[in-house]
């Protein structure tokens, strides 16, 4: 069974600065999807990026950039710029390969971005 | 284009009374999913559709849990009798259909409160 963790309950960062996320999972397969979900207050889980595992090259999606480690089976989100806007939980989530779309999300990590 | 929809969006019972949640999935979405986000964690799977066939409902406690998804399109997923453990936050997701790595989207979910 595949597992995602999320080593940082909570992390804040001041506007305009830099911060990056962990996340790590366990899985046997050799082709599998990981993706960076947003939670603000209201619930609604908005996809930030996802990462396609064949691929090489890491994903960008305008601030957000993620840097993909398969070896190590690590999957950081890197948020450049933050806006008082990224202030939300955000959670790691991985999706196997195969016609099967669940996802097993991690736990989360609450960013507060101070102004 | 409409997102995923779900009502109610907050619910509130007492303990041992029945409850219902319905979802209208993206149009043309032929995969549906329900997960539970109890607090403090990330959501878990309760069961996916593949059209109106249930393909993944081992996380679905069947005991008091039951869903259906008529014709395809909507669906509903009931408790009863709701415990005071079922209190969490119902999301319903939908995606294109069962090829690898498609996006799965959220609605912003029903709050459920067991008392």
């Known amino acids: 069974a595949q597992t995602v963790t999320q080593s940082q309950p909570e992390m804040s960062v001041q506007e305009a600065e830099t911060v990056t996320l962990s996340c790590t999972y366990d899985?046997?397969?050799?082709?599998?999807?990981l993706f960076w979900y947003k939670q603000p207050p209201s619930r609604q889980m908005i996809l930030v990026i996802r990462?396609?595992?064949?691929?090489?090259q890491n994903a960008t999606e305008n601030r957000f950039s993620v840097n993909f480690q398969k070896a190590a089976k690590s999957f950081s989100l890197k948020i450049s710029d933050s806006q008082l806007g990224d202030t939300a939980m955000y959670f790691c989530a991985f999706g196997t390969q195969g016609g099967s779309e669940k996802l097993v999300f991690g736990k989360g990590t609450k960013l507060t971005v101070n102004p | 284009e409409a997102g995923v929809v779900q009502s109610p969006r907050y619910k509130i019972i007492e303990k041992k009374q029945p409850v219902a949640f319905w979802c209208n999935p993206i149009s043309g979405h032929n995969t549906l999913y329900w997960y539970r986000q109890n607090l403090g964690q990330g959501p878990e799977l309760l069961i996916r559709y593949e059209n109106e066939e249930a393909v993944d409902d081992s996380q679905l406690p069947k005991d008091r849990f039951s869903a259906e998804r008529l014709k395809g399109v909507d669906s509903t997923l009931k408790i009863q009798p709701a415990e005071l453990g079922d209190s969490a936050v119902y999301l319903c997701a939908s995606s294109p259909g069962a090829h690898s790595g498609n996006t799965i989207y959220f609605g912003e979910g029903s709050w459920l409160t067991v008392v």
């Open positions: 899985t046997s397969e050799s082709n599998y999807y």
């Open positions: 990462q396609e595992a064949y691929k090489q």
